[in-house]
C-alpha cells in the first residue's frame, strides 16, 4: 500500500516547528518533567521482586539512579499500575479533560479495567522453582496514553510467547484485554519471537505499529506474518521500523513493504484527537531533516 505522502512545503513547516515535537509536557507526583528530571520506575526503591537483582546490569542501573537521585536532583517514583493520575498534563489540563495516561502493567501487576483495581499476575516466588522465576520482561512497565479518539499503547518488553513454560508467562493476553482497540503501538520486546502474540496484535488491531531496532531479529519472520495477517484483524494497516537490520531483510521477504525502514519516527496527533501523522525524521544527523509524513490516518 502506498501511504499519501506530503511535499517540501510541509517538510520546512514541520522543521520549523520542531521543537514542538520533542518537547513532552507531562508531569508526574512532585516531578515536573522538563524543570525538574523525572523517572517513573516499575520497582523504586526496594525492588522487592527483583529477581535478577544480583546481575550486573541491574547493579549498575540501581547505581546509576541512585546517584542521579543525590547528586543531580533526579525525581524518581514507583510506576503503580492502575493509576491515571500519575502522570499528568502540566499546563492547563481542565481544558483537555480528554487526555488520560493510564498506567497499565508494571511488576506482572496489571490493571483490571475497572476503576484502579489490579490484579497480580505471576504466583508468589515462594512457591516457585528458581528455573521460572520471572525475568525484567515480564515485570516490564505498559501504558495506554488517550487524547480524545486517539489511543497509543506502549508494552515495553512485555513477553507472549513462552513455550514450554507456565501460562502466567504470557502478560500480553491479560493487558491486551484492558488496554482494548489503538490507532497505533510500539511493539512489545522489539518484535522478538517471545512478543506480539495472536490475542495482542488481535485486541490492539493498530492502523500504525511501530518497531524500535537493534538486533537483526527485530522483528521476526513469525512476528511479521501475525501483523500482516488480515485474518487476526481486517483492513490497512502501516509498520515503520527506527532501522531494519541487513539480515532482516534477508530473512522476511516482503519487509520492503514496511512504510519506513529508518529514521526517527515521530507520532503527531492534531488538536482534538481525531486524526494523527507520522513523520519519519533523519537519523543520520541532527538536521532534523524531515524524509516523509504519513497520514492523515482517522482516530477509531
Known amino acids: 500500500m502506498r501511504v499519501p505522502r506530503y511535499g517540501k512545503a510541509e517538510a520546512e513547516r514541520f522543521a520549523a516547528d520542531s521543537s514542538r515535537v520533542f518537547a513532552v509536557d507531562l508531569q508526574f507526583g512532585d516531578a515536573v518533567v522538563g524543570?525538574?528530571?523525572?523517572?517513573?520506575?516499575?520497582?523504586?526503591?526496594?525492588?522487592?521482586?527483583?529477581?535478577?537483582?544480583?546481575?550486573?546490569?541491574?547493579?549498575?542501573y540501581l547505581a546509576c539512579v541512585k546517584?542521579?537521585?543525590?547528586?543531580?536532583?533526579?525525581?524518581v517514583e514507583r510506576f503503580v499500575p492502575g493509576r491515571n493520575d500519575q502522570v499528568v498534563l502540566r499546563r492547563q489540563p481542565q481544558k483537555y479533560p480528554q487526555?488520560?495516561?493510564?498506567?497499565?502493567?508494571?511488576?506482572?501487576?496489571?490493571?483490571?479495567?475497572?476503576?484502579?483495581a489490579t490484579e497480580h499476575r505471576v504466583p508468589s516466588l515462594?512457591?516457585?522453582?528458581?528455573?521460572?522465576?520471572?525475568?525484567?520482561?515480564?515485570?516490564?512497565?505498559?501504558?495506554?496514553?488517550?487524547?480524545?479518539?486517539?489511543n497509543f499503547f506502549n508494552g515495553g518488553d512485555l513477553p507472549g510467547i513462552r513455550p514450554k513454560s507456565p501460562a502466567w508467562y504470557d502478560m500480553e493476553t491479560p493487558v491486551a484485554k484492558v488496554v482494548g482497540p489503538v490507532d497505533a503501538a510500539i511493539l512489545d520486546h522489539h518484535g522478538y519471537l517471545d512478543s506480539m502474540n495472536e490475542s495482542l496484535v488481535a485486541t490492539l488491531s493498530a492502523r500504525v505499529w511501530t518497531i524500535s531496532v537493534w538486533d537483526a531479529h527485530h522483528p521476526t519472520?513469525?512476528?511479521?506474518?501475525?501483523?500482516?495477517?488480515?485474518?487476526?484483524?481486517?483492513?490497512?494497516?502501516?509498520?515503520?521500523?527506527?532501522?531494519?537490520?541487513?539480515?532482516?531483510?534477508?530473512?522476511?521477504?516482503?519487509?520492503?513493504?514496511?512504510?519506513?525502514?529508518?529514521?526517527?519516527?515521530?507520532?503527531?496527533?492534531?488538536?482534538?484527537?481525531?486524526?494523527?501523522?507520522?513523520?519519519?525524521?533523519?537519523?543520520?544527523?541532527?538536521?532534523?531533516?524531515?524524509?516523509?509524513?504519513?497520514?492523515?490516518?482517522?482516530?477509531?
Open 99 to 116: 487526555f488520560e495516561f493510564r498506567n497499565v502493567a508494571a511488576s506482572a501487576e496489571i490493571w483490571t479495567g475497572q476503576g484502579t
Open 35 to 60: 524543570k525538574r528530571k523525572g523517572l517513573l520506575d516499575r520497582g523504586w526503591p526496594d525492588y522487592t521482586n527483583a529477581v535478577q537483582a544480583e546481575s550486573p546490569f541491574m547493579k549498575n
Open 221 to 300: 519472520p513469525s512476528v511479521w506474518e501475525r501483523l500482516q495477517s488480515e485474518r487476526l484483524y481486517p483492513g490497512a494497516r502501516d509498520i515503520f521500523a527506527t532501522d531494519v537490520h541487513p539480515e532482516a531483510r534477508t530473512a522476511i521477504k516482503d519487509i520492503d513493504r514496511m512504510a519506513s525502514g529508518h529514521g526517527h519516527i515521530v507520532l503527531r496527533v492534531s488538536p482534538g484527537g481525531d486524526e494523527y501523522r507520522v513523520t519519519i525524521v533523519d537519523d543520520t544527523s541532527e538536521s532534523r531533516n524531515v524524509i516523509k509524513v504519513c497520514g492523515p490516518y482517522r482516530s477509531r
Open 126 to 150: 515462594e512457591t516457585l522453582p528458581r528455573s521460572q522465576w520471572p525475568d525484567e520482561n515480564v515485570l516490564s512497565i505498559a501504558f495506554r496514553l488517550s487524547y480524545g479518539k486517539f
Open 67 to 75: 546517584w542521579q537521585a543525590e547528586n543531580n536532583c533526579l525525581q
